[in-house]
């Protein structure tokens, strides 16, 4: 008896679980944002000279690697893999700026993350508008 | 007196207050025609791990006798030595003089006294 | 007049040591995740803690034993050994995390990597534990701890809008990330509710030599205490709330939790969160090192006492030394401290229930408590705070194992 119970009740959580590709895409797209926008502050902060250098740049490293982890194994939305590439590109030249201690250098960057931001942003809308 | 509920479990002080050990084990003497008579207090991790289950102070005695005091006896404590019951029992000893703090005494000794600020 | 500063001294370290590792990490991503929803989850953690701990505190002064000496008594070694385990066990998982706390403050100004700092932080905390006094770590350590009012001038610099914060009193449930959801709110309760500060704040209330005298100072820094503590918390989720939800940053990270007071304090506020996690981390990590000493040195019925020199005291002594070196090297090897936080805080709501089923009989004993017997009010809060976590972690932890 509760060894049927408890094969039920893992059979019910299993079927709870985000299994499906759809829903993967969306935990992946949602931490990619996390980081993005992560960067963003990161970026933001230390060109008002509110953190220290050393960590700016550890946490702008930190987001990269944690971006490309999580979009590893991407095959769906075959947009995806070149935003990401673009993106990686634009936390490569804040970090260099941080690294140089030029403030003025981030300036650009960060408006195009800005507006990398907004597009994943309506990529996540547009997974959310499916069923 | 409860000798479940008021003795046994609670935290044994020698006559200068000084804690050693919890009483672990009570030993009954059965005589025929007798009721039983409370013996002696025992103290010990064999005798506690014994409680939990059998087979557990075998392992708990493996270990013991090889390592640090190798002392796996438990201390036995005559009930003619029981000075007080209250929130510990009070016994008629000097915690020092006794094997009940061999571990103590033995990393004390060995340990404790070699560490900066130990001694 | 001595009692008055008894109960103003309880109420400071109450405040100031009031956050640690996991009040920190699961109110950052409270705040971050869920803005101002679990806010509701704070005040009822804190309301249960309240009560467990002044329970904690009655039954010292009343009987004159700690709570691991009085479980073993009343309830007897077959049952203690149970919570024994299970607190020895999450003890050395959350002294990890607290020692990961104090090593990414570390981290955050230095620079260098947290794992470097892991051995050197646990000689620090094995030292004060060594040389130390109970008062010097009961009081300096939390009057240190104070710094972290600054979550508390923060949340008022950063003005929240109050009908939205008043709104998080009201248990929701969202219909995304359910699970994660309830995994943080599980999270919040074992953070708050830490069997380690019953079994310390009754150790300490013996070291202190408390009698019947003291039970209005314990209900005042119990209640008092605890409950301006809480602000602090709350301080923390309010902050998360305000600063990174909006920009849409979900917390996964320590180094992300690090931005949120530059929005308020610039600079400084970099500074202050690094140096509050620090101090909070240290300071815990103390308690818990101490704690583990604590029930199993009144477990075994060893001599045991911070004030007793080492040498009087060799086998409580050598557990702590023991103890914080081993809990250190989960963070040498690397193990994310915010991911061992969680996991701890979790692993605490999951035992909490064996730590708090003593409470029921032991309040309700005269034999312990004499006249002090617990109210209805007590009783029932305890009965609730048992059935809660042990519903909560059941359910809470294994969906958001198989989710996430």
């Known amino acids: 008896m509760k060894k049927a119970l408890f094969a039920s009740l893992l059979l019910v959580l299993a079927g709870c679980s985000p299994s499906s590709s759809h829903d993967k895409l969306v935990k992946t797209l949602k931490t990619v944002q996390s980081w993005t926008a992560t960067?963003?502050?990161?970026?933001?902060?230390?060109?008002?000279?509110?953190?220290?250098?050393?960590?700016?740049?550890?946490?702008?490293?930190?987001?990269?690697?944690?971006?490309?982890?999580?979009?590893?194994?991407?095959?769906?939305s075959p947009a995806l893999p070149r935003q990401i590439y673009?993106?990686?590109?634009?936390?490569?030249?804040?970090?260099?700026?941080?690294?140089?201690?030029?403030?003025?250098?981030?300036?650009?960057?960060?408006?195009?993350?800005?507006?990398?931001?907004q597009q994943l942003e309506t990529l996540l809308k547009a997974q959310g508008d499916r069923p | 007196m409860d000798v479940i509920r008021d003795v046994l479990d609670n935290q044994i002080v020698d006559r200068n207050q000084r804690k050693m050990g919890k009483v672990d084990g009570i030993v009954v003497e059965?005589?025929?025609?007798?009721?039983?008579?409370?013996?002696?207090?025992?103290?010990?991790v064999t005798t506690l791990a014994h409680r939990v289950h059998p087979r557990c102070s075998r392992w708990v005695a493996a270990i013991a006798s090889k390592?640090?005091?190798?002392?796996?006896?438990?201390?036995?404590?005559?009930?003619?030595?029981?000075?007080?019951?209250?929130?510990?029992?009070?016994?008629?000893?000097?915690?020092?003089?006794?094997?009940?703090?061999?571990?103590?005494?033995?990393?004390?000794?060995?340990?404790?006294?070699?560490?900066?600020?130990?001694? | 007049m001595n009692k008055i500063r008894e109960i103003a001294?309880?109420?400071?370290?109450?405040?100031?040591?009031f956050l640690d590792v996991g009040a920190i990490a699961t109110?950052?991503?409270?705040?971050?995740?869920?803005?101002?929803?679990?806010?509701?989850?704070?005040?009822?953690?804190?309301?249960?803690?309240?009560?467990?701990?002044?329970?904690?505190?009655?039954?010292?002064?009343?009987?004159?034993?700690?709570?691991?000496?009085?479980?073993?008594?009343?309830?007897?070694?077959?049952?203690?050994?149970?919570?024994?385990?299970a607190e020895v066990i999450v003890d050395f998982l959350v002294l990890g995390a607290e020692i990961g706390g104090v090593c990414i403050a570390l981290q955050l100004v230095t620079g260098i990597s947290f794992q470097w700092w892991a051995l050197p932080v646990a000689f620090a905390i094995w030292l004060l534990l060594w040389k130390g006094t109970f008062g010097l770590i009961e009081n300096g350590i939390s009057f240190l701890g104070l710094i972290t009012l600054a979550f508390v001038v923060a949340t008022f610099k950063l003005r929240p809008a109050l009908p939205a914060v008043a709104g998080g009193l009201l248990p929701t449930i969202p219909q995304q990330d359910t699970a994660h959801y309830l995994f943080i709110a599980v999270s919040i309760l074992g953070a708050l509710i830490s069997p380690y500060l019953f079994y310390f704040y009754s150790a300490g209330a013996v070291e202190d030599k408390w009698d019947r005298s003291h039970l209005g100072v314990n209900r005042a820094v119990a209640g008092l205490g605890m409950g301006f503590g809480s602000l602090v918390s709350l301080g923390v989720l309010i902050v998360a709330a305000q600063v990174l939800h909006p920009r849409g940053i979900q917390v996964d990270s320590y180094e992300q939790v690090a931005l949120m007071l530059t929005q308020p304090f610039g600079y400084w506020g970099f500074v202050l969160f690094a140096a509050s996690l620090g101090v909070a981390c240290f300071g815990a990590a103390l308690e818990v090192s101490l704690d583990t000493a604590y029930i199993l040195a009144q477990a075994f019925g060893w001599n045991w006492g911070e004030t007793l020199h080492p040498k009087e005291a060799a086998r409580f002594s050598f557990v702590y030394t023991v103890f914080v070196f081993l809990a250190s090297l989960l963070m040498v090897v690397g193990i994310d401290p915010l991911q061992l936080t969680l996991f701890s805080m979790a692993l605490t709501a999951v035992i909490l229930p064996l730590t708090i089923i003593p409470f029921l009989v032991l309040m309700n004993d005269r034999s312990y408590v004499g006249d002090h017997c617990n109210g209805w009010i007590s009783n029932t809060i305890t009965i609730f705070t048992i059935v809660l976590t042990f519903v909560l972690a059941i359910v809470a932890i294994p969906l958001e194992v198989l989710g996430g």
């Open chain 1, 39 to 76: 960067a963003r502050m990161v970026g933001e902060t230390w060109q008002q000279g509110s953190i220290p250098d050393l960590y700016a740049q550890q946490t702008l490293e930190k987001s990269q690697q944690e971006i490309a982890k999580e979009t590893k194994d991407l095959t769906d």
């Open chain 2, 30 to 44: 059965l005589v025929e025609g007798q009721p039983p008579r409370l013996a002696y207090l025992e103290t010990g």
């Open chain 1, 86 to 117: 673009q993106l990686q590109q634009t936390l490569q030249q804040m970090t260099a700026a941080v690294k140089q201690h030029r403030k003025a250098a981030i300036a650009t960057p960060l408006v195009q993350l800005a507006t990398e931001q």
């Open chain 2, 67 to 119: 390592w640090g005091a190798k002392h796996t006896e438990p201390f036995r404590i005559a009930w003619s030595k029981v000075r007080n019951i209250g929130i510990d029992v009070e016994v008629d000893l000097d915690a020092e003089q006794t094997p009940a703090l061999a571990y103590e005494v033995w990393l004390r000794e060995r340990v404790i006294k070699h560490i900066p600020g130990g001694s």
């Open chain 3, 27 to 85: 109110a950052a991503e409270a705040g971050s995740s869920f803005e101002f929803q679990l806010i509701w989850t704070i005040v009822l953690g804190t309301i249960c803690v309240i009560a467990l701990v002044e329970m904690s505190g009655r039954l010292s002064a009343v009987s004159k034993h700690t709570l691991a000496d009085a479980v073993r008594e009343r309830l007897g070694f077959n049952f203690f050994i149970f919570p024994l385990i």
């Open chain 3, 9 to 17: 001294l309880g109420i400071v370290t109450s405040i100031g040591g």
